[in-house]
Nanobody, 113 residues
Framework: QVQLQDSGPGLVKPSQTLSLTCTVS??????????WSWIRQPPGKGLEWMGA???????YYSPSLKSHASISRDTSKNQFVLQLSSVTPEDTAVYYC?????WGQGTQVTVSS
């Protein structure tokens, strides 16, 4: 069974770069036709799909975030990484990694000085 575990800092200062890692077990991130996504939920709001990296390394982003989001992967560690640059308090949210019906536990990230 595929399991995802997301991790990262709980507090980031404005203008810094946020980096979150999702470690996948029970399956390879290079398995054909799997897409590995980052999704976030700001306080009091709904889920927002941020972007994804495909099994072949192709990346896809929400148009609203494309300018400051980047998703990469480390196949040797079976991990994929979200980097969000120039964060603001509006990036405060619970961040989840996801693939199909599998979800990480969620990482609360607060952007505050």
């Amino acid at each position: 069974q595929v399991q995802l575990q997301d991790s990262g800092p709980g507090l980031v200062k404005p203008s810094q770069t946020l980096s979150l890692t999702c470690t996948v077990s029970g399956g390879s991130i290079t398995n054909s036709y799997y897409y590995w996504s980052w999704i976030r939920q700001p306080p009091g709001k709904g889920l927002e799909w941020m972007g994804a990296i495909a099994y072949d390394g192709s990346t896809y982003y929400s148009p609203s975030l494309k300018s400051h989001a980047s998703i990469s992967r480390d196949t040797s560690k079976n991990q994929f990484v979200l980097q969000l640059s120039s964060v603001t308090p509006e990036d405060t949210a619970v961040y989840y990694c996801n693939s199909l019906g599998y979800w990480g536990q969620g990482t609360q990230v607060t952007v505050s000085s």
